[in-house]
């Protein structure tokens, strides 16, 4: 079946510098792919929307400056959190769909900032 | 707007007991609905999904849910927990091929 891989499954890192997460779909070609953020105990919470080739659209809220997002290819979306604080450390998930189809979701990424 | 109601934060239930999780939504038109599962630490994988047709969905892992219109209703529901089904589970609604919104999820604890 469909596959997303999302990269690395944990980072750390010192408040002020940049992280970047990578989600492939593997075998299929995402059009459109989506980055989550899940706090500890929470629900998961759209932050943004990306198509590939197009600037991202992102929800009410959420720093666009902050969590730069780059859809490059079909098969490839990238989220970095830039000057990353301690209040940016979360559960960042992305999903990804072609078309119609239903979303296939990452594994996820663990941000801890110290 | 849409959104989803997952009334229940935890549910424990004995190994071999039934289950029924529940989700109410909110949504504009005839909504797509869809049940998750993310054990600690992991992603999300999908349980089953409802876009038309037959009320009564099937899924994996033995899961079912109903689809009910009049009481905005899609409970998930198993007939015999697996101490393996101990997770949280998510409800969502919203487009097939489109973003998400997400209830604030059931964990499941199941006892010997």
């Known amino acids: 079946g469909a596959v997303v891989s999302q990269h690395p499954s944990r980072v750390i890192c010192k408040s002020g510098t940049s992280v970047k997460i990578e989600c492939r779909s593997l075998?299929?070609?995402?059009?459109?792919m989506f980055w989550y953020r899940q706090f500890p105990k929470q629900s998961l919470m759209l932050m943004a929307t990306s198509n590939e080739g197009s600037k991202a659209t992102y929800e009410q809220g959420v720093e666009k400056d902050k969590f730069l997002i780059n859809h490059a290819s079909l098969t490839l979306s990238t989220l970095t959190v830039t000057s990353a604080h301690p209040e940016d450390s979360s559960f960042y998930i992305c999903?990804?769909?072609?078309?119609?189809?239903?979303?296939?979701f990452g594994n996820g990424t663990r941000l801890t900032v110290t | 707007a849409q959104s989803v109601t997952q009334p229940d934060i935890h549910i424990t239930v004995s190994e071999g007991a039934s289950l029924e999780l529940r989700c109410n939504y909110s949504y504009g038109a005839t909504p797509y609905l869809f049940w998750y599962v993310q054990s600690p630490g992991q992603g999300l994988q999908l349980l089953l999904k409802y876009f038309s047709g037959d009320t009564l969905v099937q899924g994996i892992k033995g899961f079912e849910a109903e689809f009910k219109r009049s009481q905005s209703s899609f409970n998930l529901r198993k007939p015999s927990v697996h101490w393996s089904d101990a997770a949280e589970y998510f409800c969502a609604v919203g487009e097939r091929g489109n973003k998400l919104v997400f209830g604030a999820g059931t964990i499941l604890r199941v006892k010997s």
């Open positions: 075998d299929f070609q995402a059009t459109t």
């Open positions: 999903s990804a769909s072609a078309g119609n189809s239903p979303l296939h």
